[in-house]
T-cell receptor, first 115, second 115 residues
């Protein structure tokens, strides 16, 4: 059962534009929501993460918006650059202590930034 | 600090064989988790080890097993390989603070191909 749904599956944006990726989760016990960036042939690299006591977090050109009541969170990439072309994954973890460190991933979004 | 390292980076095996993959976590990290990444199923959690004990397990058959050593290095073993086991196997390490979901850092992965 997929507990984190991510959309869109792919995204094309012009250089300088804004990329927006959305995720929705089901398990209200989740308490940690990271975003990862993955380039072909590489492992996922942490971009930015948020906990549910905060509604927004910004790091450079990357912003997470979090809506606890709607059980949704999103990644905004401002001023998108060709080097941002990669696959982005949202994830969630938390709940009972035994499952606390297990990451449940969304399906991924392939972003292509056109110059 | 050196990142998470995984060996080997690439492996080719035939059906029915077994394979062992190795992961060295970031220095000071005591938790190691393993994930399988395939185009069809995405990123799926296999298991987590902390203090040499398996703390959490995903929905994979018993052919998938692992262990952790006293220096926090971990190995993952897959016995009786099947074609469907072809995947990128990722290792992630974290500090595993008690009762808190924390950041996991991924290695580059081991690409396993089963013929």
């Amino acid at each position: 059962q997929q507990q984190v749904k991510q959309s869109p599956q792919s995204l094309i944006v012009q250089k300088g534009g804004i990329s927006i990726i959305n995720c929705a989760y089901e398990n209200t016990a989740f308490d940690y929501f990271p975003w990862y960036q993955q380039f072909p042939g590489k492992g996922p690299a942490l971009l930015i993460a948020i906990r549910p006591d905060v509604s927004e977090k910004k790091e450079g050109r990357f912003t997470i918006s979090f809506n606890k009541s709607a059980k949704q969170f999103s990644l905004h990439i401002m001023d998108s650059q060709p080097g941002d072309s990669a696959t982005y994954f949202c994830a969630a973890s938390g709940g009972i202590k035994a499952a606390g460190n297990k990451l449940t991933f969304g399906g991924g979004t392939r972003v292509l930034v056109k110059p | 600090k050196a990142g998470v390292t995984q060996t080997p980076r690439y492996l080719i095996k035939t059906r029915g064989q077994q394979v062992t993959l190795s992961c060295s976590p970031i220095s000071g990290h005591r938790s190691v988790s393993w994930y399988q990444q395939t185009p069809g199923q995405g990123l799926q959690f296999l298991f987590e080890y902390f203090s040499e004990t398996q703390r959490n397990k995903g929905n994979f058959p018993g052919r998938f097993s692992g262990r952790q050593f006293s220096n926090s290095r971990s190995e993952m073993n897959v016995s009786t390989l099947e074609l469907g086991d072809s995947a990128l196997y990722l290792c992630a390490s974290s500090t595993r603070l008690a009762g808190v979901s924390d950041t996991q850092y991924f290695g580059p992965g081991t690409r396993l191909t089963v013929l």
